[in-house]
T-cell receptor
Framework: AQSVTQPDIHITVSEGASLELRCNYS??????LFWYVQSPGQGLQLLLK??????LVQGIKGFEAEFKRSQSSFNLRKPSVHWSDAAEYFC???????????FGTGTRLTVIP | NAGVTQTPKFQVLKTGQSMTLQCAQD?????MYWYRQDPGMGLRLIYY???????DKGEVPNGYNVSRLNKREFSLRLESAAPSQTSVYFC?????????????FGPGTRLTVL
């Protein structure tokens, strides 16, 4: 069965520090992988996606993620966090034509000034 | 270009009341989706419509019905609301079946059932 695990429920980092949010997936076929961000009271905004090719993908707002097939992981990184990055982050996995995305339970990021 | 819009933004219902959540997209997407978001559970798919004229159940369809009115609009109906349906509901759309199969989300409807 397909599943997405985000092992960290809540992460706190200082502004300017680096960030890594973990995502592990279980999926039988070649996955399509996504990271979304949700600010309080808002909808989900796409940060980046991986379909194929280069396993290091760049997204908006200075985020990047690396697909590691051997570890079934798609971790999100940012070298220097800004206070405006405080939000909830969701990892999702899907497959073209499958008409469904499976979401992780989310990681809430708090940024300390 | 508004993307995906949802109405209403907030709603409070009493148990047993009915209501319809509206969703529209202006991106000419073929596929549309309804999710619910509950604390600690991420998003779960309620129903989806792969194309105009078709609808299919997702992970948690019980207590809901949907209508794909046309290519732009996809509504979600609660016939007899229950407290367990208190949640935040998100509509999304995508060009499923292509290399750019990415779902775009609306701002959500926060529903409370008393």
């Amino acid at each position: 069965a397909q599943s997405v695990t985000q092992p960290d429920i809540h992460i706190t980092v200082s502004e300017g520090a680096s960030l890594e949010l973990r995502c592990n997936y279980s999926y039988g076929a070649t996955p399509y992988l996504f990271w979304y961000v949700q600010s309080p009271g808002q909808g989900l905004q796409l940060l980046l996606k991986y379909f194929s090719g280069d396993t290091l993908v760049q997204g908006i707002k200075g985020f990047e993620a690396e697909f590691k097939r051997s570890q079934s992981s798609f971790n999100l990184r940012k070298p220097s966090v800004h206070w405006s990055d405080a939000a909830e982050y969701f990892c999702a996995v899907g497959q073209t034509g499958a008409n469904n995305l499976f979401f992780g339970t989310g990681t809430r990021l708090t940024v300390i000034p | 270009n508004a993307g995906v819009t949802q109405t209403p933004k907030f709603q409070v219902l009493k148990t047993g009341q009915s209501m319809t959540l509206q969703c529209a997209q202006d991106m000419n997407h073929n596929s549309m989706y309804w999710y619910r978001q509950d604390p600690g559970m991420g998003l779960r798919l309620i129903y989806y419509s792969a194309s105009e004229g078709t609808t299919d159940k997702g992970e948690v369809p019980n207590g809901y019905n949907v209508s794909r009115l046309n290519k732009r609009e996809f509504s979600l109906r609660l016939e007899s609301a229950a407290p367990s349906q208190t949640s935040v509901y998100f509509c999304a759309s995508s060009t499923a079946g292509t290399d750019t199969d990415t779902q775009y989300f609306g701002p959500g409807t926060r529903l409370t059932v008393l």
